[in-house]
């Protein structure tokens, strides 16, 4: 089966730093996809690992263990329009489906 | 400009009615989805195409249906069947081994 597991709620302070976790069991992977979603919009894609290891994209950076089935996006120098759900979403390597988790909804604080 | 529409933004459905959700992509892509959203929970999907003229159920397909007639349309029905319609539904779209992009959504109520 497919399962993706990520906290539902975290909290940090503006400035800071934040790292929000997502562990997967998949039978086919082709990627794994982090979006960010704020209140009442669509989701935006932030970023995509498909290798093992670390991709950085400005204050975005997301990394991938594909024989742990865990990956991370981590958020760095926190702004208050960061406070949005961030979706961990993978995609079967057979059917090119996404599967997705619950969410973890990120408040910042000021 | 390039993009995913999606019309209308909000939509109210009577009881035993059906009503149909359009979406509209002129980025040339060949995949496209449909997703339905409930508060506070991720994205289930409820159906795909991964071309023209095919698609296949998602994991919650009962009560709705599909159809992709051209490449850059993919419009959803939500029929009488399906009892409990109301959610953000989501459309995307997807070239190659890209990320799927999507569009800014749709939500159904029920009157």
């Known amino acids: 089966g497919q399962n993706i597991d990520q906290p539902t709620e975290m909290t940090a302070t503006e400035g800071a730093i934040v790292q929000i976790n997502c562990t997967y069991q998949t039978s086919g992977f082709n990627g794994l996809f982090w979006y960010q979603q704020h209140a009442g919009e669509a989701p935006t894609f932030l970023s995509y690992n498909v290798l093992d290891g670390l991709e950085e994209k400005g204050r975005f950076s997301s990394f991938l263990s594909r024989s742990k089935g865990y990956s991370y996006l981590l958020l760095k120098e926190l702004q208050m329009k960061d406070s949005a759900s961030y979706l961990c979403a993978v995609r079967d390597r057979g059917t090119y489906k996404y599967i997705f988790g619950t969410g973890t909804r990120l408040k910042v604080l000021a | 400009d390039g993009g995913i529409t999606q019309s209308p933004k909000y939509l109210f459905r009577k009881e035993g009615q059906n009503v149909t959700l359009s979406c509209e992509q002129n980025?040339?892509?060949?995949?496209m989805y449909w997703y339905r959203q409930d508060p506070g929970q991720g994205l289930r999907l409820i159906y795909y195409?991964?071309?023209?003229?095919?698609?296949q159920k998602g994991d919650i397909a009962e009560g709705y249906s599909v159809s992709r007639e051209k490449k850059e349309s993919f419009p959803l029905t939500v029929t009488s069947a399906q009892k409990n319609p109301t959610a953000f539904y989501l459309c995307?779209?997807?070239?190659?081994?890209?990320?799927?992009?999507f569009g800014p959504g749709t939500r159904l109520l029920v009157l």
């Open positions: 195409s991964q071309i023209v003229n095919d698609f």
């Open positions: 995307a779209s997807r070239m190659g081994d890209e990320t799927q992009y």
């Open positions: 980025l040339n892509h060949d995949a």
